[in-house]
C-alpha cells in the first residue's frame, strides 16, 4: 500500500488548509451569480492581467476569466463600430461593466442584467446622442453607420434609461445608490483587491500556416544575409513552403 512520507503529509495539510481558506473567504463574501455565467462556487478573484482578453481594469476583483472577456469584446466590437470616439469610451465602461466584481456578484446587478447609476446611463446617453442607430426587431438599439438609413439617437429617443436597456442586458436603478447600482468605478477601487486566484499556465496557440510561412522566410533571409545558409538542404523548406503558397495564391486567382 501506498505510504505517505513526512513530506507528503505536510504538503497535504498545507494544500487543504489554503483550499479551506480560499472557501472560506468566499463564504464570508459573496459568490458570483450563476445566472451571469459566472462560476458560482466561489467568488470574485484577483486575476492577473494576461488572464482577460478585454476588461483588464476590473482584473483586481472580478468574476470574470477569458472566456467572458472574449464576450464582452465582440459585443463592443460590434457596438462601437462606426461610433464616435466618446460614444466608444462610455460603451467600453458599459460593456465592462460586466467584468465589474460587485456586478458579477449580484451586488449590483439583477438577474441577468446589470443595474447602473442613473447618472452613468445619462453620460452614456450624451455621448452618443448624436450617433447613428436603428431599432431593432425586438425593439433593440443597434449601431448603425448610414444616415440614409439610420437616425441620431436623440431624435429615435430623448430617455438615457430606455437607450441603455435597449442596447445591452442593462437596467437602470432608481437613484444613483452606489450600493446598489454600478456608476463606473471598479469595486477594486472601493472595495480593494478579492482573493487571489490560482495561477493557470496560458494554453499555447500554435502560429497559422500565414505566420508559419512569414517566419520560415525570415529565416532564409537572415541566413543569405549573414552567409550561414550556404548549402540547398538550408533553403529546401522554404522553397517548399513558398511553392505551396504559390499554388494556393494561383488557384485563388482562376476560380476567382
Known sequence: MFQFSTLNRRALLVFVFQWHLGRLDDAEGELCSRALGFNDSQGPKDRFKQDLLFCTEHHKNTCCERN???????????????????????????GCSFCDGDVGSGVKSRLQSVVLCPA???QWYKSCADDFFSRGSSGSLQPCGSALVCSPLREITQDAATFCSSVGSFEVADSDDLDICYDGVPA???????????????VPVPPSLWTRISLWFDSTLRGLASGRASTLEDYVPSLIIGLGAFVVVWYMCRGA
Open 68 to 94: 467572458h472577456t472574449r464576450q464582452v469584446l465582440a459585443w463592443y466590437a460590434h457596438f462601437s463600430h462606426d461610433r464616435s470616439a466618446d460614444c466608444g469610451l462610455m460603451g467600453r465602461l458599459g
Open 120 to 122: 452613468f446611463c445619462e
Open 188 to 202: 477594486a477601487t472601493s472595495l480593494g483587491k478579492a482573493p487571489k486566484a490560482p495561477w493557470t499556465k496560458p
